[in-house]
């Protein structure tokens, strides 16, 4: 078994493995919660020396690094190894400073999926966008995420 498929075969390693993995683990990310389905995914970026910059607020590449490669997580998760899931553009609007950590919630909802799915099921890419907000723990809009995806079945997966 792979180290991909040993992962996603249960969310709860899933979220370990990332928790030690050296790009979350030295930028202070840490994924606190993902559900049994892959449909919701929360994460925090802890507020601690190295990961402020020269001001004292949240280095802007922590903050972005921390959504980077969830979406895609949980769609490789929802739907198994017959697609590929894919970053292909990104965009980040800082709206405020964060001088405590910083949390990303992420939900995909059954409406989602099943768009994503149908837009596929020719065989065609699909690029899917997707926007959110980094919040503070009171709420408060840090910043404002923009990730478009790359979606499309695998060649064996593909209809004739």
Not at 17 to 26: A, D, G, H
Not at 115 to 144: R, S, Y
Request: glycine residues 4%.
């Amino acid at each position: 078994m792979s180290l991909k498929a040993w992962a996603f075969a249960k969310p709860v390693r899933m979220r370990r493995f990332m928790n030690v993995w050296p790009p979350f683990l030295f930028a202070g990310i840490y994924v606190q919660e993902l559900s049994d389905d892959y449909t919701f995914c929360r994460v925090k970026l802890r507020s601690w020396p190295a990961t402020r910059n020269i001001n004292g607020s949240q280095f802007g590449g922590n903050l972005f690094a921390m959504t980077d490669p969830i979406y895609p997580l949980m769609l490789l998760g929802v739907f198994g190894k017959d697609y590929y899931v894919w970053d292909k553009e990104a965009t980040i609007e800082f709206i405020k400073p964060a001088f405590r950590a910083a949390y990303f919630e992420c939900r995909l909802s059954l409406d989602t999926i099943a768009a994503i799915k149908q837009a596929c099921a020719d065989g065609d890419k699909h690029f899917p966008v997707l926007e959110n907000h980094i919040v503070d723990a009171q709420g408060n809009v840090i910043a404002k995420v923009k990730r478009t995806l790359y979606i499309r079945l695998k060649p064996e997966h593909r209809p004739q």
